[in-house]
């Protein structure tokens, strides 16, 4: 059982930002995110796109605003916990507080709960192919494998964008790579930036890998394990392709999964929240970002850093009743300077 004051579900900006201004109140935390990397929706969908409406930046990348924000929270150490779902909250009983369980068996224990999810989990999209279930995170992968796993393997990479390029690129990375890598996507055209498409195609003249157009029909077995799959191209079926391991690359989408039977009030499949403390329907347990709902709110990543400031404050109130919350600015507060370990990097 992990023990915390602050445990934050989303590792987005709003999430990210959630953890520093806890920081700067003196409250540590915790981070938990079903993806494997930080950075939620912004990180995933627009990674490489410029983002022009943060207060202060003309422009930074998705990919580039979640680094500035880690750096930025960095000196309250939060503790991240990638890959992992929150499947299950319920109240902590005697002890107060709540009670979390994620996707790969880790438990928590939080004085107050930040839900920071924006539209919900981001899910791979599967590849829906009989009998695939019991290949999963054996042969069948459909979030990145870990290192090592897939070492002097025939791979079968599913996708035809940026994404199924990043996965390539990661095995090949790998101090244990793949034996050989074959690329399939329904189309004979891959979609991404011209760098990565230059990249592909030097890949394929150099033979590390191979790029097919087609459609996964159906899995050959030897023994209970995978051997091979059966395609189709654009001109009718293709010859069955051997394979060891299959990562599938099709997108991420967004589901709202566990969160809605947390017995938490929802509009919509949102979280209607008071805007004076972003508090829900629970005791205890705050939301911010693109989960919530109240009048006139703006899906805008600003927006989430004012909701996840007055959430912050909110806790502090919560967690130290008798201390008064005063205002301190960070351009002058020693206290504050301290909390960011200014002396430090002087």
């Not at 990145?144 to 690129?169: C, F, Q, S, T, Y």
Request: glycine fraction near 12%; aromatic fraction near 6%.
């Amino acid at each position: 059982m992990i023990t915390t004051d602050a445990l934050i579900v989303g590792a987005g900006p709003a999430g990210l930002f959630l953890a520093f201004e806890l920081g700067l109140l003196g409250i540590h935390s915790h981070i938990v995110d079903a993806q494997e990397t930080p950075g939620g929706q912004v990180a995933t969908l627009y990674g490489d796109k410029p983002i022009y409406d943060i207060p202060g930046i003309a422009a930074c990348t998705g990919q580039q605003l979640t680094d500035r924000l880690l750096e930025q929270a960095k000196p309250f150490e939060p503790v991240m916990h990638l890959g992992h779902e929150v499947v299950t909250l319920v109240a902590g009983g005697g002890d107060g507080g709540w009670r979390l369980g994620t996707s790969r068996g880790e438990q928590f224990h939080s004085s107050c709960v930040f839900i920071a999810a924006g539209v919900g989990a981001f899910a791979p999209r599967r590849l829906k192919v009989e009998g695939i279930e019991a290949l999963e995170n054996t042969q069948v992968f459909h979030w990145r494998p870990a290192p090592g796993v897939l070492v002097g393997k025939h791979v079968l990479v599913i996708g035809g964008d940026e994404l199924a390029l990043d996965r390539i690129d990661s095995l090949l990375a790998d101090t244990q790579p793949p034996g050989g890598i074959t690329l399939m996507h329904r189309r004979a055209q891959v979609k991404a930036e011209p760098d990565r498409l230059e990249r592909l195609e030097a890949l394929c003249e150099s033979g590390r890998v191979v790029f097919e157009a087609g459609q996964v029909t159906a899995l050959q077995w030897v023994d209970g394990r995978l051997a091979g799959v059966e395609r189709s191209g654009p001109d009718g079926d293709l010859p069955p392709l051997p394979v060891d391991a299959i990562v599938v690359a099709q997108g991420l989408s967004p589901r709202l999964g566990p969160l809605a039977d947390w017995g938490l009030a929802m509009d919509r499949k949102q979280l209607p929240v008071d805007t004076a403390r972003f508090a829900t329907s629970l005791p205890g347990v705050f939301a911010v970002g693109d989960i919530v709902s109240y009048p006139g709110k703006k899906k805008l990543i600003l927006s989430a850093f004012h909701e996840a400031t007055l959430a912050a404050f909110a806790a502090a109130d919560l967690l130290n009743p008798q201390r008064s919350q005063v205002l301190q600015y960070t351009s002058s507060s020693s206290l504050l300077h301290e909390r960011l370990k200014l002396s430090q990097k002087s």
